[in-house]
């Protein structure tokens, strides 16, 4: 293909409206453009990588026997109530009338769609199990969309549903799916970690997400040397043994705190450390006032606090909410002497304390020597707490590492969920009516592209890994006014042709340097310079990943290259 001719329009400048860099490099080395917030163009060049990872996908999922089909984008709305989802997806979901005013969504992902097909088309335990996927663009109202591809309003995905007679059947076509995400991640060599997820308000269910570790993912993992992964927002703050606070004593003590109002003002203003504190957060859930106790080192996390108290509409004390109930300003609430009716609920980890220092519900005062049991009730001890590294692994109990990457793929026992709500049965052998046992694996392949560029880049540019690099080779002629050297760069283009391989002929007439720098930038593996020295025979190949430069005989070169490219 001649550059000079084709639309990948490359630019220098760091584009403002990018914070992180595979946003940024997919803009400047003209993989994407912007149509509005979260909708994205994927020109000749994005799209190339993109095909890429669909084949990939497309062969792990014929390879373990799933079934490739094409569902509509369109969705009538009822089929959302019947699945009592409508809530659930809330905002997310696009709406739109048709011309006689019914109305419609736009598809998110597609659970309703399949169970309604395997509803009418899997009458007999003798269909199961079967599995079926699709790869197809979806649409999701995102209320943040950002990081360009990666959080997207219009989005491609890869999405398979499978349907099972027994809970064993689903576990061998899960783990199935298991070996087809590691090897799809795995064949675009990237490096990654399976960790696992929440099975939130589905319970019992298991759930897993594949993350591609990268520097600025929004997804947190924490991950141990024995294999388990999790995801630090699902993780539980586990810390060795060993206990916090000072002993305990008879009683607790006043002291006095004049303006330390944050937990680093007070331990500083005590000579302590923040972990000899506790913070005492106050919610307003329905029509009751809660107090959440947690470590004065550790963070509330809001997801958990959102599950524990299984109110999504949970939200702090105003300011003078908090003044009125503890008759403190804000930064000395404390769970000794509440007023009656404020429920007190604590994370794990404040069952370690011998003794905490907590707010005196009176300005510039803490209580000291605080013991819970004694001084005050715990109503219930919860996980709200975000783990991080060091905390200790469940399964071997060693420290944690945290790491962050972009979850590309989620995969999900959806047990009867959707085949109890939307009616969903086969005849057993006995001829029994059962529901359908149902698995959902998603693959996010437009997010893939930017996860790849996420986790491979450098200061020049995009590193692309070979086996979705939008060519396998530039060819590179400094100057496209010498007659030699461009009669050169075209036969290697041919003999290369004639092998079966696409090379991109940067024929543009531009100076050497500039073109040096967009090869860099669009990152693909193999240059081939043709220079000066061709009058001596010799052109130079350069990888992009090494930085390494050889020097190649004209008449060795295509073979070489071709052997570099199939190797
Ligand atoms: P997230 O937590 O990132 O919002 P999700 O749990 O909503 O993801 P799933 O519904 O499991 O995601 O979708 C399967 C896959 O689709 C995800 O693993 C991700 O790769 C991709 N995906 C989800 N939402 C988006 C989006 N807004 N833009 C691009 N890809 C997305
Ligand atoms: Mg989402």
């Known amino acids: ?43 000749p060049l994005g799209l190339r990588v993109l095909r890429r990872i669909e ?21 009538p709305v ?32 597609h659970e309703e769609v399949i169970t309604m097909i395997a509803r009418d088309d899997m009458k007999s335990y003798r269909a199961l199990p079967q599995c079926l996927y699709q790869i197809l663009i979806k649409f ?22 499978s349907f099972h007679r027994t809970e064993e059947s689903l576990e061998e076509t899960y783990r199935a799916m298991e070996g087809a995400y590691r090897r799809i991640i795995e064949r675009c060599g990237l490096a990654y970690r399976m960790v696992e997820a929440d099975s939130g308000y589905i319970g019992g269910n298991e759930s ?36 916090r606070g000072a002993p305990r004593g008879e009683a607790y003590d006043r002291v ?65 909410e908090i003044e009125a109930a503890t008759g403190a300003p ?18 794990h980890l404040v069952r370690d304390y011998a003794s905490m220092i907590v707010g005196a519900n ?47 793929g989620h995969i999900f026992k959806l047990g009867t969920k959707y085949s109890e709500a939307m009616a969903a049965s086969f005849l057993d052998e006995t001829g029994t009516s059962r529901h359908f046992i149902m698995g959902c694996y998603g693959f996010g392949i437009s997010r893939m592209v930017a996860a790849a560029i996420e986790q491979r880049h450098d200061a020049e540019g995009i590193v692309w890994p070979a086996a979705i690099a939008p060519f396998p080779i530039v060819i590179l002629p400094v100057n496209v006014h010498d007659e030699l050297i461009r009669g050169a760069a075209e036969r290697f283009e041919r003999e290369l042709a004639d092998q079966g391989i696409e090379a991109l002929l940067d024929d543009r007439d531009l100076g050497a340097g500039a073109k040096f720098k967009d090869a860099d930038l669009i990152g693909v593996p193999l240059r081939l310079t043709i220079g000066k020295k061709l009058k001596d025979g010799m052109v130079e190949l350069y990888d992009r990943a090494s930085r390494h430069a050889e020097e190649i005989p004209v008449p060795e070169a295509a073979a070489r290259i071709v052997q570099r490219i199939r190797s």
């Open 1 to 43: 293909m001649r550059w000079s001719k084709s639309c990948i329009p490359t630019f220098k400048e760091n584009p403002a409206e990018a914070e992180i860099p595979s946003h940024r490099l997919m803009l400047r080395a003209g993989l994407i453009r912007k149509l509005t917030s979260g909708v994205y163009t994927f020109l």
């Open 55 to 75: 084949s990939i996908v497309r062969e792990e999922m014929n390879a373990i026997g799933c079934q490739e089909m094409l569902m509509p984008v369109l969705h």
């Open 78 to 109: 009822e089929i959302y109530e019947e699945s009592r989802r409508l809530d659930s997806f809330g905002p997310e979901l696009f709406k739109l009338r048709d011309g006689r005013d019914r109305l419609f969504a736009l598809g998110p992902t």
């Open 140 to 161: 999701r109202d995102e209320i943040r969309p950002r990081y360009g591809v990666v959080r997207a309003r219009e989005f491609i995905m890869k999405d398979a549903y």
């Open 208 to 243: 897993h997400e594949f993350v591609v570790l990268a520097g600025n993912g929004e997804s947190t993992i924490l991950s141990c040397a024995c294999g388990y992964a999790v995801n630090s927002e699902r993780a539980a703050a586990r810390e060795r043994s060993g206990g």
């Open 256 to 320: 006095s705190t004049p303006g330390a109002a944050t937990v680093d003002e007070v331990a500083r203003f005590l000579s302590v450390s923040p972990r000899e504190i506790v913070k005492t957060l106050l919610y307003r859930t329905g029509d009751r006032t809660v107090a959440v106790l947690v470590p004065g080192d550790r963070d509330l996390n809001d997801i958990k606090l959102v599950g524990a108290l299984g109110d999504p509409r949970i939200r702090f004390l105003e300011p003078a």
């Open 330 to 347: 804000v930064g000395f609430a404390g769970p000794v002497g509440l007023p009656a009716g404020t429920a007190i609920y604590a994370d």
């Open 362 to 408: 009176e300005r510039d005062a803490h209580l000291a020597g605080v013991v819970a049991g004694r001084d005050f009730t715990v109503e219930r001890f919860e996980d709200f707490v975000w783990a991080r590294e060091g905390d200790r692994c469940p399964r071997c109990g060693e420290p944690m590492e945290q790491s962050n990457g972009l979850e590309v």
